[in-house]
């Protein structure tokens, strides 16, 4: 049963295009909308990617090197960042793309790391980030088995402050290809928490894996679906957000408060109003044996239950009953039906 709070991350990536002021608003935007951490993307192009590498299919603006050149933040933007988001309330954290990166990150006193699909065969950059001893989120979205075991591994080495989310790298992400089934079969293998990273449109999936017992869940946010850049348009918009928030909330309440369905007095108020008794349908005189004629079973349910209504019929009446009289314990004897 899940009952722990459920760790959401808000992530904006890089659809804030470059604009520190649309990073500063999504802060903003993500506070509101209740999420724990804000996320973003530090990629330092020369550190990253060759000019030439291919683009991926959903994107291709422009070419990637000069897209993470011009969207990129520098070192005092990502320290104001930082601080402006936890004058919200909320943790930050960003994906890093390189060990520069990582290096980057650390000056700045990143507390957590969320390690990309796309990085999770770059061992000696997972090694790095676990030679930190911080706590760490492992994406699986583009990984096979093989492959998450010697990632696991490497990190493991040094710490087991590991989270691994479920992901599947398609964008967006059609609900026949989550994989809530893995999320599960991850927490089996390693013995470690486990969440998902969310990219389907809607929020379903993000529900189902809370209820699962996901202790992370990571959706893309953006402020609108129609900005520029790679994952805007596959991304939540803040009522989306914000409701999947509340949601998950709700689910939290629900799970971590169980119901105990042997204990029928929290049902006493109910009980009474809807169930029924047995009922005088007939005048019954003061020692008169019940006959099955003189009886029904009638709302409310204040009297005998109605499984007893053969122990009813045969007993003898302690007093008079008027028509439409519920019948008690006190009413009848049933000594009778027993001679």
């Not at 890093?96 to 000696?124: D, H």
């Not at 005189?285 to 209504?309: C, F, H, Y």
Request: glycine share 6%.
């Amino acid at each position: 049963m899940q009952t722990d709070r459920t760790f959401i991350i808000a992530e904006v990536g890089s659809t804030h295009d470059g604009s520190y002021g649309n990073a500063k608003c999504a802060i903003d935007v993500v506070a509101e909308c209740g999420a724990d951490a804000v996320k973003f993307q530090t990629h330092i192009a020369e550190a990253e990617t060759l000019r030439n590498a291919p683009m991926p299919s959903y994107f291709k603006g422009e070419p990637r090197f000069e897209y993470f050149q011009r969207t990129s933040f520098s070192h005092d933007q990502w320290i104001e960042l930082k601080a402006y988001a936890e004058e919200k309330g909320l943790s930050l954290l960003s994906s890093a793309f390189s060990v520069e990166a990582v290096e980057m990150l650390e000056s700045i006193g990143m507390e957590r790391y969320k390690i990309p699909s796309g990085e999770v065969t770059n061992l000696p950059y997972l090694e790095r980030i676990a030679q930190t001893g911080k706590p760490i989120i492992l994406s699986s979205g583009m990984s096979c088995w093989e492959e998450l075991d010697d990632a696991v591994a490497t990190i493991t080495n040094y710490h087991k402050n590991l989270t691994i989310l479920q992901c599947t790298t398609e964008y967006p992400c059609p609900p026949e290809r989550l994989g809530l089934n893995v999320m599960l079969e991850m927490k089996d293998r390693y013995r470690l928490p486990v969440g998902l990273s969310d990219h389907s449109l809607s929020n379903a999936a993000a529900l189902a894996a809370t209820t699962l017992g996901a202790s992370i869940l990571e959706k893309h946010f953006t402020l609108s679906k129609r900005m520029y850049g790679s994952d805007a348009r596959h991304s939540a918009e803040p009522d989306q957000f914000a409701e999947l928030v509340s949601q998950v909330r709700e689910i939290e309440s629900i799970m971590s408060h169980p119901v105990d369905k042997s204990d029928d007095s929290q049902f006493a108020e109910f009980k009474e109003i809807f169930q029924k008794s047995v009922v005088s349908q007939l005048d019954i005189p003061e020692g008169a044996i019940i006959t099955k004629e003189m009886v029904a079973i009638r709302k409310p349910g204040t009297g005998l239950a109605p499984k007893r209504l053969g122990e009813v019929i045969g007993s003898r009446a302690l007093r008079f009953l008027s028509a439409d009289t519920v019948i008690t314990e006190a009413d009848v004897s049933f000594s009778n039906n027993n001679p």
